[in-house]
């Protein structure tokens, strides 16, 4: 089978096209899923340049999500058959979805939403969890909070304004003043262009001093610490990234703020709600760009090329 292997650690240029044996059912409760496509998520580009040394031994199959078709089952399997469409992030640590097969237990995998395409519904799982734990889960966002989205063109901000406004609550995020209007178009309230403005001033103003409910952290930085100037009192933040150096949390202490760390357990169970929601037609898959998997380098590059011309909006799609 097609796969794209890293032998060595480093930029886009490791990312190698290669034949591998296709794997084979060898445990009972085993599922053997032929990738129709997946896509490319920061935690990709953190693998390849070797950023998980102790969770991966070289070389290694990166990739977190797959839309695909089940080949295969394992004898125990009761649920899944030959030819049911499945959607899943294959489990941190294990080989991943930058192959044409993929080997995985039953207990990974969600029935693929019946109104997306493999290409759409590839943009999904991992962002997906991410953001049912982040919002729901954790930060228990219900009508009428407020909440800002940084980086809200992002794979994750794209999916995290949609479902922030299915459950009713007024967004603030960010992004180039060329994407503001397709923000609005996913539901942001209020979008301010991070690149020219100061955007926590502009959404304290807005609040009349009051700041939002909860705070989205997918950029890092000194968010921890300056969050709480735009927090309100008792508001929730949520962060996914990890903590460069030790923060001053003195503001979070006068705000009575709560944090929560979230990094990704790969669940159905969460990815279940996202499946209804994009069904119910509430939310939808946004999808930057559609690489050929033999394009893998260029996909890599666009993600992380800092200078781009066309500014990211969605998710990078891989299709096999
Ligand atoms: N913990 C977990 O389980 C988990 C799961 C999924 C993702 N993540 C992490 O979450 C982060 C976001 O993921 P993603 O898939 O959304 O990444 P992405 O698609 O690369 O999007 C990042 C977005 O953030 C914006 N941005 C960057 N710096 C910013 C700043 N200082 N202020 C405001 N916006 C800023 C970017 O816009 P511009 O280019 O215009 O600046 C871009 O729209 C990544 O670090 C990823 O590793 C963690």
């Known amino acids: 089978m097609k796969t794209v292997e890293i032998k060595n650690y480093g930029g886009p240029e490791v990312l190698q096209l290669t034949e591998a044996v296709t794997p084979s059912i ?19 580009y953190q693998v390849r340049r070797g950023d998980y040394p102790a969770v991966f031994d070289l070389p290694v199959i990166t990739g977190h999500d797959i839309a695909g078709e089940v080949i295969a089952t394992g004898e125990a399997v009761k649920k899944w058959q030959p030819g049911d469409k499945v959607y899943y992030s294959p489990r941190f640590g294990s080989s991943g979805s930058y192959a044409e097969y993929h080997l995985t237990d039953e207990s990974s995998l969600s029935r693929m939403p019946e109104n997306l395409s ?40 794209t999916l995290a304004i949609q479902v922030a406004k299915s459950l009713g609550a007024f967004v603030y995020t960010t992004g ?12 942001a309230d209020v ?10 001033e502009e959404i304290l ?9 909860v705070i989205i952290d997918t950029i890092g930085g000194s968010m921890l610490s300056d969050g709480p100037l735009v927090l309100a009192n008792y508001g929730r933040i949520v962060t996914l990234v990890d903590i460069a150096q030790p923060q001053n949390l003195i503001h979070a202490w006068e705000r009575n703020a709560t944090y929560h760390f979230v990094f990704t357990r790969q669940s ?5 709600h996202i499946t209804e929601l994009i069904e119910a037609g509430h939310i939808k898959p946004v999808i930057d760009s559609v690489y050929p998997i033999e ?9 992380e090329d800092s200078k ?3 500014p990211l909006f969605g998710k990078i799609v891989l299709s096999l």
């Open 26 to 44: 060898t445990d009972p409760s085993q599922v053997l899923v032929k990738v129709r496509a997946t896509s490319v998520n920061p935690l990709d």
């Open 118 to 157: 493999y290409e759409e519904a590839a943009a999904i799982p991992l962002i997906g969890g991410t953001v049912w734990e982040m919002l729901v889960v954790r930060a228990k966002l219900k009508k009428g909070d407020t909440i800002l989205i940084p980086g809200g063109a992002g794979g994750v901000g």
């Open 176 to 187: 180039q003043s060329v994407l503001h209007d397709q923000l609005r178009d996913l539901g």
């Open 191 to 200: 979008v301010v262009d991070h690149h020219n403005k100061n955007y926590m």
């Open 205 to 213: 103003a807005h609040t009349k001093g009051k700041g939002v409910d």
């Open 268 to 272: 159905r169970d969460e990815l279940h």
């Open 295 to 303: 394009a893998i380098r260029d996909a890599h590059h666009r993600m």
């Open 308 to 310: 781009r011309e066309r």
